[in-house]
């Protein structure tokens, strides 16, 4: 790694690595579902501004706008609410490591359903090493008989599934699109979605907006949706795609230390294993032989 790239990686890491404690202070008083989607009509209008400033043309062909709706769907709005719900019973920094297993699922769907990807035993010796990962996290959890917050690893496992498809998806999506106008129909699309579920879930009048959350959204829309993923990739554009995906190894470490000082969570030596072997397999696989 250059050093003109390390700098960038520990922002980038350091930012996003704050997602999940700012969830968690949000959802203390703004409903799971509210709050989602929120954060996707702060971040879509965000978006819509830069564009506006940008004048760029909001026009994209019928077929691509059909496809990013229904990746929106998919990588946006469902892997958000499973994780969001999710953290209701669940450590920020817990949050962080189970969804760093998503390189893992993205590689076994690549080899089924895309057939991009060679399998071999060094593959699936690092996909166990994963899953046992995981369930090592799990294992006391198990143990204890904690449902609630076994339902809450269980939504956001699911969570890294779908993110796993999501990246599949995405690379479908035409090269000639705007990367900022596919990232406004994106989030754009999520709001609009997520509608009908803050609705069912009476998301707003189980929301009494404490300031310390609705800072958190503001943020979470702002900071985190739009700007930190236009850095992202901005980076990606100067680095490469391999060197920048390297900021998700590193995310999980700034995500317990943020929980540990600012939430108080407690830190477990399954935590500390189980997180060491899913980020050990998901870097070996995405790396190779």
Same mark, same amino acid.
């Given at each position: 790694?250059?050093?003109?790239?390390?700098?960038?990686l520990l922002i980038l890491a350091s930012l996003w690595g704050s997602d999940y404690m700012f969830i968690?202070?949000?959802?203390s008083s703004i409903h799971p579902s509210l709050f989602t989607s929120l954060r996707f009509l702060?971040?879509?209008?965000? /978006?819509f501004v830069f564009l506006k400033i940008k004048k760029a043309s909001f026009k994209i062909?019928?077929?691509?706008?059909?496809?990013?709706f229904f990746i929106s769907l998919i990588d946006v709005y469902l892997p958000q609410i499973l994780t969001t719900t999710g953290e209701k019973t669940v450590a920020s920094g817990i949050t962080s490591v189970i969804l760093s297993s998503s390189p893992i699922f993205t590689f076994i769907f690549a080899y089924f359903f895309l057939k991009e990807e060679k399998i071999n035993f060094y593959k699936i010796f690092f996909v166990i090493l994963g899953f046992l990962g995981v369930f090592i996290i799990f294992y006391k959890e198990l143990l204890n008989n904690n449902e609630f917050v076994i339902t809450g690893f269980i939504l956001i496992l699911l969570a890294s599934i779908a993110y796993a498809i999501g990246i599949i998806l995405?690379?479908?999506?035409?090269?000639?699109?705007n990367v900022h106008l596919s990232c406004f129909y994106l989030v754009l699309f999520a709001f609009f979605i997520s509608i009908p579920f803050t609705i069912?879930?009476?998301?707003?009048?189980?929301?009494? /907006?404490?300031?310390s959350s609705v800072l958190a959204l503001f943020y979470d829309g702002i900071v985190l949706q739009a700007f930190t993923y236009s850095f992202f990739l901005n980076a990606v554009r100067i680095f490469g795609a391999s060197r920048t995906a390297y900021v998700g190894y590193f995310m999980p470490i700034f995500s317990?230390?943020?929980?540990a000082i600012f939430l108080k969570e407690v830190l477990t030596i399954n935590i500390f294993v189980g997180g060491a072997l899913i980020l050990l397999?998901?870097?070996f696989i995405e790396k190779g032989s």
């Amino acid at each position: 790694m250059s050093k003109k790239y390390i700098p960038t990686l520990l922002i980038l890491a350091s930012l996003w690595g704050s997602d999940y404690m700012f969830i968690k202070i949000g959802i203390s008083s703004i409903h799971p579902s509210l709050f989602t989607s929120l954060r996707f009509l702060i971040a879509s209008i965000v /978006f819509f501004v830069f564009l506006k400033i940008k004048k760029a043309s909001f026009k994209i062909p019928l077929k691509d706008l059909l496809f990013i709706f229904f990746i929106s769907l998919i990588d946006v709005y469902l892997p958000q609410i499973l994780t969001t719900t999710g953290e209701k019973t669940v450590a920020s920094g817990i949050t962080s490591v189970i969804l760093s297993s998503s390189p893992i699922f993205t590689f076994i769907f690549a080899y089924f359903f895309l057939k991009e990807e060679k399998i071999n035993f060094y593959k699936i010796f690092f996909v166990i090493l994963g899953f046992l990962g995981v369930f090592i996290i799990f294992y006391k959890e198990l143990l204890n008989n904690n449902e609630f917050v076994i339902t809450g690893f269980i939504l956001i496992l699911l969570a890294s599934i779908a993110y796993a498809i999501g990246i599949i998806l995405l690379k479908k999506i035409n090269s000639k699109i705007n990367v900022h106008l596919s990232c406004f129909y994106l989030v754009l699309f999520a709001f609009f979605i997520s509608i009908p579920f803050t609705i069912l879930s009476n998301g707003v009048t189980n929301s009494n /907006f404490k300031i310390s959350s609705v800072l958190a959204l503001f943020y979470d829309g702002i900071v985190l949706q739009a700007f930190t993923y236009s850095f992202f990739l901005n980076a990606v554009r100067i680095f490469g795609a391999s060197r920048t995906a390297y900021v998700g190894y590193f995310m999980p470490i700034f995500s317990i230390i943020y929980g540990a000082i600012f939430l108080k969570e407690v830190l477990t030596i399954n935590i500390f294993v189980g997180g060491a072997l899913i980020l050990l397999s998901a870097y070996f696989i995405e790396k190779g032989s």
